[in-house]
């Protein structure tokens, strides 16, 4: 049987990747930079080579979009129906940009609609939304292709350094040369990047990962699943609730819930856990009784370990696996920036996008509905006031 071509190595690949970098020559000015080819950066880009901007994207990566593959676990959920500005950390200025209700899905679901891209619902009584292909790769495949019809220059394996006066500079990571970039607009969607000078930003943490917690043989516990209701209880008096899986893991505990309390929970606070919230204490207490354990409620090596699987307590350490946090909490002062616009107040022509502004969510689909969002909003405004 004929062979096909061979797969090119990680090494060959990343090779290519940099040769490719390197064989893009920027202009000497442009209307629109967008610092950072993520989520955020590629709509913004898109959105100002659409309304008539001359843009390119400096992105630190080799490739952009590369961020949008390991969301969903590979397959982006992409946004929710039942965004709510009220779930994201700073409401007021989230709602500004959003819109009222369920606004921004539908802003985003026509987006991607008219990138081609087909959506569904995960189950129907659920409201988050995924690509029908079940792949994040379809997410940024067709936001490549759009950014490319658009015209959109992506020059990769650049990292920013700064930018002051309309002028933004950027190692290139090929060469190890400085470059510079004159831009009307600058749209800032780097995520955790550099903090420019003039604008002032909450220290950025990881946020959305596992517990570190103590109080419970979690090594003899590692890799079981449950149904659970957790409590976050601080000082004895609870401060959040929310039902869902819990994994068990030899440090502590992860599982979607357990990410969303990663956002809270301080070092000491006490998680209370409800393994089989959908048995009442009355049914609880018969089948016990019957099966002689919790055996039949739940799975048996859990309660083998734990006896007691109604209200199971432990104490946070901290937060764990912070390498492979989804979100960063803190970022650029939302105040500094007009929520029409996303520019900063006292830097004319700098807007931005994304995580790179203080705004977080819990899990669901809502930290990309509003990276998407806002890199309409902040690429939108850009091009005008190049434009203007
Ligand atoms: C494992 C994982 C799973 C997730 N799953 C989901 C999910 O299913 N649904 C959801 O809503 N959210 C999810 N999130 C969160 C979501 O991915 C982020 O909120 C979103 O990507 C933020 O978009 P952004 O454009 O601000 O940042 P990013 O998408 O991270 O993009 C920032 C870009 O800027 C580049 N950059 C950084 N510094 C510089 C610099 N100095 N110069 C040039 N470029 C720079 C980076 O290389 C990167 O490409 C997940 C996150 C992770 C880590």
Redesign the pocket.
Known sequence: MAKGPRKPSRTQLREQLLASAAATVLPEAVDVCV???????IVAAICAAEAGASTVV????LA?G???L???NGR???TNLDVRAGIFNNPVFAEKVLGPGSFAAKDVLDFFDACGLATGFESEDDSRIYPLSDQASSVREVLLARAERAGVMMACA????DICAGTVT?TELFSGRTGKLAATSVVL??????VPAGLEAKPFSPALCPLACEGLPFEQLDGRRSDARVTLLRDGQAVAQERGEVLFRSYGLSGIVIFNFSRIALPGDTLLLDLAPLVNEESFASMVEAAGSARGVIDPAIVEVLGDVKRVSCTVVGKAQTE????RQGGLLTAQFDPATLMARELPGVFA????LDIDAP?G???????WKSGMVAGAAAAAFAKA
């Not at 610092?35 to 950066?41: N, P, R, V």
């Not at 650049?158 to 350094?161: A, L, S, W």
């Not at 996008?353 to 790179?356: I, L, M, N, P, S």
């Open positions: 610092c950072g080819g993520g989520a955020a950066g400096l992105e630190r990566d952009c590369r961020p949008i390991a969301t969903g982006c959920n992409l650049r990292e920013v350094t950027f969607a780097c995520r955790d990047g550099f492979h946090a989804q979100v996008a994304g995580e790179v899990c689909g809502y930290n990309l509905t509003w990276a």
